[in-house]
């Protein structure tokens, strides 16, 4: 079955700097465009960035963009979330997302920002 397992969250200080990760099995890793959402305490859930099956594209939030990287491997089924420059806004649990023929979502992986 589809199974995404998000690794790399923590507590970090502003202006710090994470590496999320997102280790996908169960499906055609490189058929699939990977994104990241994410969901702050009593806010809806908001999309991140996306990046194509092959990483010829990518989509980032206006609210991210020039501190936001997403990247893929599609070797090691795996798709990562640079993070620079982190904002006490960033603070959310982090998810992994995908569709094959339905909406699959990691467990997510909590990021705070505070000093």
């Known amino acids: 079955q589809v199974q995404l397992v998000e690794s790399g969250g923590g507590l970090v200080q502003p202006g710090g700097s994470l590496r999320l990760s997102c280790a996908a099995s169960g499906f055609r890793f490189s058929n699939n465009a990977m994104s990241w959402y994410r969901q702050a305490p009593e806010k809806e859930r908001e999309l991140v960035a996306t990046?194509?099956?092959?990483?010829?594209?990518?989509n980032i939030a206006d609210s991210v963009k020039g501190r936001f990287t997403i990247s893929r491997d599609n070797t090691k089924k795996m798709v990562y979330l640079q993070m620079n420059s982190l904002k006490p806004d960033d603070t959310a649990v982090y998810y992994c997302?995908?569709?094959?023929?339905?909406?699959?979502w990691g467990q997510g992986t909590q990021v705070t920002v505070s000093s």
């Open positions: 990046v194509t099956r092959f990483g010829e594209s990518t």
């Open positions: 997302y995908t569709r094959v023929l339905a909406d699959y």
